[in-house]
């Protein structure tokens, strides 16, 4: 009698926790539906080659803001990348006493800091100086919010690598140095890719830290130190306006900045399931 | 174990037992590229610690005019009027802790949940895709599930929940009021979506790092799935999972596109959750690149800076909690 009602308790919870996981997964599909169902029936032709047309003409696409998020995410790369990939690598391979410790921390803390902080510092930074919105701007805003998943991924990653590499290199007296950046961090470049897909993906649909710092822009970009359109500030802009044309196109852009994203996120998962699933 | 000293988990070296790692760290590297390297990668992690030191002394800097203007008082004032320039902070702090607090009311249970529930009981082939599909709704862009929210979840719950809510516990001033649709329930509810799954990812973390000896010991003792999981996963990864939640918690202070799109955005305190209500984070994306004098400003970047401050103590709180278990673990394991 016990064991039965203990045996029950067990189904009950493990039906309850399988509840909750469909629940957390839920919300996934239904977005994902809804905006298959919306965003199907406006995405054209047009929706990828046209700039957006001005208010009350109908048509017109986000040409500019798909290029514009693409030329951001590009400088957030070349800002937040080799930072962040040098500084996974200190973490993993310093034997400094403090210094390590503090950056790991503050690493994982700016990864809490709300994105819309970074916009309103990358603000007092990069345009107030300049007196102007800049792509500048918002690749440097985007980089920093990059920087500590790059950090965190590669440490990760290099950790991996096993120590009987670098012993066994080092014994044929090669530098350290060599050791690290041409047998230590090739080793780990599988890893690391995946780390920096996944910063590039969760960047791509930053919108908070554009509002002031790209700005968003309804032309086609004009250089770099001006302002640039990017594909959440159009969605934005476009979900909270009051036009059932704009709202359709929203929602054809959520629906390609979601396809970017999970094109990105699988093709890091694919990437790992080849070489380092065994090792983690 | 070359480099002990980083990870700080090493247990303390006596004199006895030397490292390598330790003699190398003393001698001065022989080799003109060694030093090279090592200063650049000293300089990656410097350039962290001083971004970080930047950022809290830019915002202050910036803050500084509201700051000497109101004090104390931008903290317990609610007046928000920029034409005045009387600036206080109430109403955005109040929706910021009411959105996040309702948003984890909902997320705790289905993040936990979801995590014992991968880390523990589910089949095993359902694992791994699982907790893919768990990434994924984290993926999922801010504004996007905005759109969502205003076009689908808003009309639905202004035809159907907060008409039923209101008839049902509508004694309570929780749900009285008209149903707009957009408000603090709908921020909630959108929180709530956004922060689970990174409840349930560090949550996940923090069970598979409880060591298997522990569930042996209770499965060897004729427990069940469920009670192992009870009396010796849950207990021993409890720090941890406080350090799950509280990540889910400073996630939900700073969120700011999906909130922005539907909670309202009217400064009031109100005490239904069908009013709408204006958030720290949301009223500086509506209002920081029309903030015309450099008090508006301030006060504005202050609310930044307060946003920031929290943020940084709830999530270096939650990480010194998740590490406590991870770290242990790590240690034990090398």
Do not use: F, L
């Given at each position: 009698m016990k064991a039965s009602a203990r045996r029950c308790v067990n189904v009950a919870m493990s039906a309850a926790t399988a509840l909750a996981a469909g629940l957390v997964v839920l919300p996934l599909l239904l977005v994902f539906g809804f905006l298959m169902y919306q965003g199907v029936m406006a995405l054209n032709v047009g929706f990828f080659t046209q700039l957006p047309k001005p208010v009350g003409e109908v048509g017109g696409g986000m040409a500019n803001a798909i290029v514009g998020t693409l030329i951001l995410v590009s400088l957030a790369a070349c800002l937040g990348l080799p930072l962040g990939i040098l500084g996974g690598l200190y973490l993993a391979?310093?034997?400094?006493?403090?210094l390590p410790w503090i950056a790991r921390f503050l690493a994982d803390v700016l990864n809490g800091v709300p994105s819309i902080v970074i916009g309103i510092f990358a603000y007092g930074v990069a345009v107030l100086p300049f007196r102007r919105f800049s792509a500048l701007a918002g690749g440097f805003a985007l980089a920093i919010i990059m920087l500590p998943i790059v950090i965190r991924t590669s440490e990760e990653l290099v950790r991996l690598v096993p120590s009987s590499m670098r012993e066994a290199a080092l014994a044929l007296g090669i530098p350290e140095w060599k050791v690290l950046l041409r047998i230590v961090l090739p080793t780990a470049r599988a890893g690391i890719i995946t780390g920096v897909m996944v910063a590039v993906a969760r960047v791509a649909g930053e919108t908070a830290p554009l509002l002031f710092t790209a700005f968003g822009n309804r032309f086609w970009h004009q250089g770099l130190d001006q302002p640039i359109a990017a594909l959440p500030l159009q969605i934005f802009a476009y979900a909270i306006s009051p036009y059932d044309d704009w709202h359709r196109q929203a929602w054809a852009g959520a629906l390609v900045l979601i396809g970017m994203v999970f094109v990105v996120s699988l093709a890091a998962r694919v990437v790992t399931s080849g070489r380092f699933t065994g090792v983690r | 174990m070359p480099n002990a000293l980083a990870r700080g988990t090493g247990g303390p070296v006596t004199g006895l037992s030397l490292s390598s790692a330790d003699v190398r760290a003393r001698a001065a590297p022989a080799n003109l590229g060694d030093r090279i390297l090592r200063v650049v990668l000293r300089g990656a992690a410097l350039s962290l610690v001083l971004l970080v030191v930047g950022m809290v002394a830019e915002m202050l800097l910036r803050a500084t005019p509201a700051i000497r203007a109101f004090g104390f008082s931008f903290l317990y004032t609610s007046t928000w009027d920029p034409v005045a320039e009387r600036f206080g902070a109430v109403p955005f702090v109040f929706g910021t802790l009411v959105s996040s607090l309702l948003a984890l009311l909902i997320a705790v249970p289905l993040g936990l949940g979801a995590a014992i529930y991968l880390a523990e009981l589910a089949p095993r082939w359902m694992r791994s895709p699982m907790a893919f599909l768990v990434e994924l709704v984290a993926a999922v862009p801010s504004v996007v599930y905005g759109l969502w929210g205003i076009f689908v979840l808003a009309p639905l719950l202004r035809t159907w929940v907060q008409p039923a809510l209101g008839k049902t516990l509508g004694f309570l001033p929780l749900f009285q009021g008209p149903p707009y649709g957009v408000g603090m329930l709908a921020a909630g509810i959108i929180l709530a979506i956004m922060v689970v799954p990174f409840i349930t990812a560090v949550g996940r973390e923090v069970l598979l790092a409880v060591p298997n000896t522990q569930r042996e010991a209770a499965l060897a003792l004729g427990a069940t799935r469920w009670e192992t999981t009870r009396i010796a996963v849950l207990r021993y990864g409890r720090s941890g999972l406080i350090g799950a939640i509280l990540l889910g918690l400073g996630r939900a202070l700073g969120e700011t596109m999906a909130v922005t799109m539907v909670i309202?955005?009217?400064p009031e305190v109100a005490m239904s959750l069908f009013a709408p209500g204006y958030t720290m984070a949301s009223v500086i994306a509506n209002e920081f690149s029309e903030a015309t004098s450099d008090l508006y400003l301030a006060a504005l970047v202050e609310i930044g800076l307060l946003l920031l401050v929290v943020t940084v103590i709830v999530n270096g709180f939650a990480r010194l909690l998740v590490w406590s278990v991870g770290g242990a673990v790590k240690a034990a394991r090398e």
């Open positions: 391979e310093s034997r400094d006493r403090r | 309202g955005n009217r």
